[in-house]
């Protein structure tokens, strides 16, 4: 069954710095996501991301936050300077190849983010 | 502000027990409805999605009540396997494809 696969597993990083997270979305999927899940808190979107631009973003997804899709297969996620609170899991995701309802998005297994 | 209210947890039940979940949306336009389930530490996995006339999936039947804005997940003949959390998850459709998630019922599964 084809996977979203996300690299790093787990990234370490010093306050301030930027980090980049990488995601390869299902093969013939359309809109990519990105998530992220605080210790012990609930699942939060991010940001959409379709055709080449952001299509939707949330509140916490602030300057500090970018998306980029460099080639054909991969997706990634810039945090620059980095903050204690940055420290989360954050997943990727992906949707279909159309719009229609009840379309379920397919999450990678994450990228484990700690700020230290 | 779009929020899921799912049951606090845990629930520990014996293995072959029957559990049912319950989980409100406060969004009215809300159009798409899934069940997740998510490992300690890991991704959510999609268990099922939701549809208006209720649908079944082998042990697992989710309902949808769009009037009480309510939906329910029931698990028939539990399996240790079954043990994780469940996430009611909710997408408003009508251009935004944006997932709003449940905090999660944590179920454990007693042999």
């Known amino acids: 069954e084809p996977e979203v696969t996300q690299t790093p597993s787990h990234q370490v990083t010093q306050m301030g710095q930027e980090v980049i997270l990488r995601c390869v979305p299902i093969s013939n999927h359309l809109y990519f996501y990105w998530y992220r899940q605080i210790l012990g808190q609930k699942v939060e979107f991010l940001v959409s991301f379709y055709n080449n631009e952001i299509s939707e973003k949330s509140e916490i997804f602030d300057d500090q936050f970018s998306v980029e899709r460099p080639d054909g297969s991969n997706f990634t996620l810039k945090i620059r300077s980095t903050k204690l609170e940055d420290s989360a899991m954050y997943f990727c995701?992906?949707?279909?190849?159309?719009?229609?309802?009840?379309?379920?998005?397919?999450f990678g297994d994450g990228t484990r983010l700690s700020i230290l | 502000r779009k929020e899921v209210e799912q049951d606090p947890g845990p629930f520990n039940v014996p293995e072959g027990a029957t559990v049912a979940f319950n989980c409100t949306y406060s969004n009215s336009a809300s159009q798409s409805f899934f069940w997740y389930r998510q490992d300690c530490r890991k991704e959510p996995k999609l268990l099922m999605s939701?549809?208006?006339s209720g649908n079944e999936d082998g042990r697992f039947t989710a309902q949808l009540n769009r009037a009480s804005q309510y939906i329910s997940l029931l698990i028939r003949d539990s399996k240790l396997s079954d043990s994780a959390t469940y996430l009611c998850v909710v997408q408003s459709g009508a251009g935004s494809y944006q997932l709003t998630f449940g905090k999660g019922t944590k179920l454990s599964v007693i042999p």
């Open positions: 939701v549809y208006s």
């Open positions: 995701a992906s949707a279909g190849q159309a719009i229609y309802s009840n379309q379920p998005q397919h």
